[in-house]
């Protein structure tokens, strides 16, 4: 039985996991339909997703289309919740984007569809709710051709479109798009020659190379053109590839806690088989694991299994230190991943009857099973600060703290998530026993700017035996830990760190006695004295804080412009190219990250509800005006030499 890992992507409110419980009921699955509205749906499984109606974190569940056995993903449709979708997306051989007849192409089926074709992944759309009044046929097949992509392949005809009635009448199309990529068929196209049987056999090519993309319309409502698209699905789609008798691959894209509090973690295997009580490595740590239990998906629900092949979709128990995008056994080669990074931060204030210990492991959990959510501890003030997305996330932490771990909180206002980068080069030593270093180390440091995007590098202008390598490895993982707070207390970004100066005094001790600590460098030295020296270095070189910057496209009815430009400039969004289409202007350009949700929240009113924002992060620019945002320290301070001393060293220094 052939494999095909499905995914299922849409805007938010286009019926997406609508569609999913109407092809789990089209092949036999569940006997009843659920309703997002009700709240009884098959794969959105959080409360919270239940309550809203929208879907969070990616679920699956399997079913059997004739000999193909379809696991399919539903992913979320809300753009806080993109890098889920991206993590998602490595694991698929397919993909079915969803698109409203009435609402058509929106901010987020853009995004999504400039994903899919970058990644290459084999996509049909399903254009749903041709039984909603509104609905449209020729207006939507243009704007999918105008703003997705023009190598559309239309599967056939609606009746009665906008009525309970609407009904999809399948038939062939597309013969001059499909030849666009065949010279072949092109040659018979012009000669009137083509066949209905060659017509198919190029569609299916071109469509699993991801050339092409057939357009199916229905109703997940009423299930008119869904067995039209399951035939779609099994006969255009490909199935999963993978070798069970090769060496084991696989990628994790998904960790939860089970009931006791234990890690599950979800992996789509390309290569070899994996069995229970199998030792695997994983991570970039190529950490060692033992699996100690194992559940594939079939018809409907994930069944307990000794193994599972290439191909397969499964839930693995006993890797206790594994984290979402870790390869298991040999690595991939794959596209590298495409997550931004969270731009926005907050501040979580526990209630009153809270208990801090249990929001500390709370979140920590929670982080595991989306790291790209960061934390941040604050001892002096006792503060918790997370990263997100944007502001529907806050709703998403918040509930999901209440109902899974009965913890009430509440959040300060979001903030953008800056970084600092070296204006020039600084450079700064200090020498073992030589006043004021009251440690027994020498470490000399340069700080270099690096381009933009390259992290954080370093190197040694020192001789790698001039010293034992676990002190040279305590000042690099000590600068790049202190690199996490700059001058101004954002992280140090694209910077190349040279050590320039190293010393130190070696194991001695007294006659007849043992070591002597007192006269004797250890890595705690190194560890202490490199964050002042970093500092102090950092200081001379001077940093600039830049803010996250996200670009933008606005599409809005071309007599709101004048009320649009004014409203742009106070949010300093910048416009970069201006357009039209139609009856529409479209503009392009940048604009903070701090601004987005203001804007996305004032759009509706200035444009008669007609305006549509599609926003991603793009880069990082260099605060222009008004104050340096500045960020609180959470570490013993530097900056502050009495006061890192005290805390370091717990002495006085005078």
């Known amino acids: 039985m052939h494999l095909l890992n499905l995914g299922i992507l849409a805007h938010v409110d286009a019926g997406k996991t609508s569609l999913t419980e109407r092809l789990l009921h089209s092949v036999g699955i569940i006997d009843e339909i659920g309703s997002v509205d009700a709240g009884s749906t098959q794969t959105d499984t959080l409360a919270l997703e239940r309550q809203r109606g929208i879907t969070i974190k990616s679920a699956v569940v399997s079913f059997p289309v004739d000999d193909v056995t379809v696991n399919l993903i539903d992913t979320p449709g809300h753009p806080d919740f993109i890098a889920e979708v991206e993590r998602v997306l490595g694991v698929l051989?397919?993909?079915?984007l969803v698109v409203s007849a009435v609402e058509g192409v929106q901010a987020q089926t853009r995004v999504l569809m400039r994903t899919l074709r970058r990644l290459r992944i084999p996509t049909l759309i399903f254009v749903n709710k041709i039984d909603r009044r509104g609905a449209r046929y020729e207006g939507v097949l243009r704007a999918i051709a105008e703003r997705l992509t023009p190598a559309v392949v239309p599967m056939g005809e609606v009746a009665a479109l906008g009525t309970r009635r609407a009904a999809f009448l399948p038939g062939p199309g597309g013969a001059d798009v499909l030849a666009d990529h065949d010279d072949e068929?092109?040659?018979?196209?012009?000669?009137?020659?083509?066949?209905?049987?060659?017509?198919?056999?190029?569609?299916?090519?071109?469509?699993?190379?991801?050339?092409?993309?057939?357009v199916y319309f229905g109703s997940a409502a009423t299930g008119a053109g869904v067995d039209a698209l399951i035939s779609g699905i099994r006969g255009l789609l490909p199935a999963a590839e993978g070798d069970p008798d090769g060496p084991l691959s696989g990628t994790v894209f998904k960790v939860e806690r089970g009931p006791a509090g234990e890690k599950v973690a979800y992996a789509r295997l390309f290569s070899g088989t994996l069995r229970t009580r199998d030792q695997v490595l994983f991570g970039e740590a190529r950490t060692e694991g033992k699996v100690t239990a194992i559940s594939v998906f079939d018809h409907g629900t994930d069944v307990r299994d000794d193994a599972a092949p290439a191909g397969r979709?499964?839930?693995?128990?006993?890797?206790?230190?594994?984290?979402?995008?870790d390869c298991l056994g040999v690595p991939r080669e794959q596209a590298a991943h495409h997550f931004a990074p969270p731009t926005l931060e907050t501040v979580v204030v526990p209630g009153r009857d809270t208990d801090r210990g249990a929001l500390h492991l709370a979140l920590t959990q929670l982080t595991e099973q989306d790291p790209l959510i960061g934390l941040r501890h604050d001892e002096v003030r006792r503060e918790i600060s997370v990263s997100l997305y944007?502001?529907?996330q806050k709703e998403v932490l918040q509930a999901t703290l209440a109902d899974e771990y009965g913890l009430d909180v509440a959040f300060r206002g979001t903030t953008p998530l800056c970084i600092e980068r070296p204006s020039g080069t600084g450079a700064a030593v200090e020498f073992i026993k030589k006043d004021p270093n009251p440690f027994l180390a020498t470490v000399g440091l340069r700080v270099d700017p690096a381009p933009a995007g390259t992290g954080v590098s370093f190197g040694l202008e020192v001789e790698l035996g001039a010293m034992p390598y676990a002190f040279f490895?305590?000042?690099?993982d000590t600068v790049r830990e202190t690199l996490a707070q700059g001058l101004h207390g954002w992280q140090v970004a694209d910077c190349a760190v040279t050590m320039t100066h190293s010393g130190y005094w070696p194991r001695q001790s007294h006659a007849h006695q043992g070591f002597d600590k007192s006269m004797s460098s250890t890595g705690a030295d190194f560890r202490g004295l490199t964050p002042l020296v970093l500092i102090e270095a950092l200081r001379r070189a001077g940093t600039q804080v830049y803010e996250p910057m996200h670009r933008f496209r606005l599409e809005a009815p071309a007599d709101t412009l004048g009320a649009l430009l004014p409203v742009l400039a106070r949010r300093r969004a910048v416009p970069q190219t201006t357009g039209t289409r139609r009856e529409s202007c479209v503009l392009e350009g940048?604009?903070?990250a701090a601004h987005v949700h203001a804007l996305e929240q004032q759009l509706p009113g200035l444009t008669r509800g007609e305006g549509e924002l599609e926003s991603a992060f793009d880069h990082y620019a260099p605060v222009a005006r008004g104050t340096v945002p500045e960020r609180p320290r959470t570490d013993h301070n530097p900056l502050n030499r009495k006061e890192y001393l005290l805390n370091v060293t717990r002495r006085v220094v005078s």
């Open 93 to 96: 051989d397919g993909a079915v």
């Open 185 to 214: 068929l092109l040659a018979a196209y012009v000669d009137d020659t083509v066949t209905r049987d060659r017509l198919h056999a190029a569609l299916v090519a071109q469509t699993r190379r991801a050339l092409v993309h057939p």
């Open 590 to 592: 940048a604009v903070p």
């Open 313 to 325: 979709i499964a839930r693995l128990w006993g890797l206790a230190d594994v984290r979402i995008g």
């Open 473 to 476: 490895k305590a000042v690099e």
């Open 390 to 392: 944007g502001e529907v």
